[in-house]
Every structure is written in structure tokens, then in C-alpha cells.
């Protein structure tokens, strides 16, 4: 059964905690990607990967981080210099094509205590 | 301007008509455009993408792109109230990061 798996699907952080977001795809894409969604708001892109072991800053990587180690794992940590974190957090991936579709994992909603 | 622009509506529309979403766009994004369709708490899902000027259809759905005005739009044909979502127009970065620039999307209720 090919897709794309987030895990937790809710997460809850005190204040000062890193938290780590998992996502994993079986669908041997090649390039990954993590956005953050604020009710009412567009999708905001955080950190995206198009091969294994590189990565680039999207519009607002402040606060987080991220790895891409195996070709099927993008996990995202979001640390406590992000000072905005409860929000909806998406990991997309697609093959490496111009063009190509993203597809989008379910999600983790992630709320500070 | 903004690089993908939507009409945040809400949009509403009764049962069985046709709702007409409209994007327009930049000079700074590429020819391909996505359509996706988020219900509330969920993620975004596919509908179509279009690559070339004019009509695609896929069941009730059609996506139009007019290169010369620069705009995008889906039509959904028989409404129904399922329709009931948030639709997200999206554009892939002209440069090579394959990035793709998203409008903050357009709200549509479909009344019974």
C-alpha cells in the first residue's frame, strides 16, 4: 500500500521542548517537502529536500530543521527558537520532475501548552 | 502582485449548479498548475493539473489555462454539497527548485 505516513497525527509541545515530526514515503520519490498551515492561511513552505543528504530553507526555516538520511525519510524537528509552533504541518514528496505532482501525507497538528 | 492569486470567497453555490474557481498568476511562475481540493482537517488531495493552454476535463471537473490573460480556473459541473471544501491553486517555480507557489485558497459551499 504506497503513500505517504506522518506520525503523530496530534502532537502536543510545552513551551522550551524540540519536537520531532516524522514522514515517510514508500513511493521511491525523489524530492520531499514540509510546509506549515495557519487556519484561513495558504500552505507556507518550511524545508525541502530533492535528493537524499540535501536540503534547502524554504520561506520561513526559522526554528526548524530537518534531515534526509534515507531517500524514503524527511522528519522535521521543530525547535524552541520557533516561538509560533501550533499549526497544521504537512510533508508533500514527488518524483524529482519538473512538473510531477506533490501528494500530501495526512498531516500533524502540532499545539504548544 | 502576488505570484498565484485565488479569491478567498466563500464561494456558494446551489446543489447542481456549476462553481467556477478562478487563479491568476505571475510572470514569475512556470506553465504548470495544480488544482487541490482540502476538506477541512485534512490534507490537500489532487484534482487535476494542467500544463498546456485550454480545456482539460476529468469527470464533473474542468480545469481551464489562459496563458495570455494569465489565469487558471475549475469549473465543477453538478455540484454537489461533498464539494464543500477549501480549493488551492498552485504553480511550479520558474527557476529549477521545483518549488511549487500556492494561492491561499478559495472556500466553497455547495447548499442542499
Known amino acids: 500500500d504506497g503513500g505517504i505516513t506522518q506520525s503523530p497525527k496530534y502532537l502536543f509541545r510545552k513551551e522550551g521542548q524540540n519536537v520531532t515530526l516524522s514522514c515517510e514515503q514508500n513511493?521511491?520519490?525523489?524530492?520531499m517537502y514540509w510546509y506549515r498551515q495557519d487556519p484561513g492561511q495558504g500552505l507556507r513552505l518550511i524545508y525541502y529536500s530533492q535528493i537524499v543528504n540535501d536540503f534547502q530553507k524554504g520561506d520561513i526555516a526559522e526554528g526548524y530543521s530537518v534531515s534526509r538520511e534515507k531517500k524514503e525519510s524527511f522528519p522535521l524537528t521543530v525547535t524552541s527558537a520557533q516561538k509560533n509552533p501550533t499549526a497544521f504541518y504537512l510533508c508533500?514528496?514527488?518524483?524529482?520532475?519538473?512538473?510531477?505532482?506533490?501528494?500530501f501525507g495526512p498531516g500533524t497538528r502540532l499545539t504548544v501548552l | 502582485q502576488k505570484e498565484v492569486e485565488q479569491n478567498s470567497g466563500p464561494l456558494s453555490v446551489p446543489e447542481g449548479a456549476i462553481a467556477s474557481l478562478n487563479c491568476t498568476y505571475s510572470?514569475?511562475?512556470?506553465?504548470?498548475f495544480f488544482w487541490y481540493r482540502q476538506y477541512s482537517g485534512k490534507s490537500p488531495e489532487l484534482i487535476m493539473s494542467i500544463y498546456s493552454n485550454g480545456d482539460k476535463e476529468d469527470g464533473r471537473f474542468t480545469a481551464q489555462l489562459n496563458k495570455a490573460s494569465q489565469y487558471v480556473s475549475l469549473l465543477i459541473r453538478d455540484s454537489q454539497p461533498s464539494d464543500s471544501a477549501t480549493y488551492l491553486c498552485a504553480a511550479e517555480n520558474a527557476g529549477n527548485n521545483r518549488k511549487l507557489i500556492w494561492g491561499l485558497g478559495t472556500s466553497l459551499a455547495v447548499n442542499p
Open positions: 508533500a514528496s514527488k518524483q524529482g520532475d519538473v512538473a510531477d505532482t506533490q501528494y
Open positions: 510572470d514569475r511562475v512556470s506553465q504548470s
Open positions: 513511493l521511491n520519490h525523489d524530492a
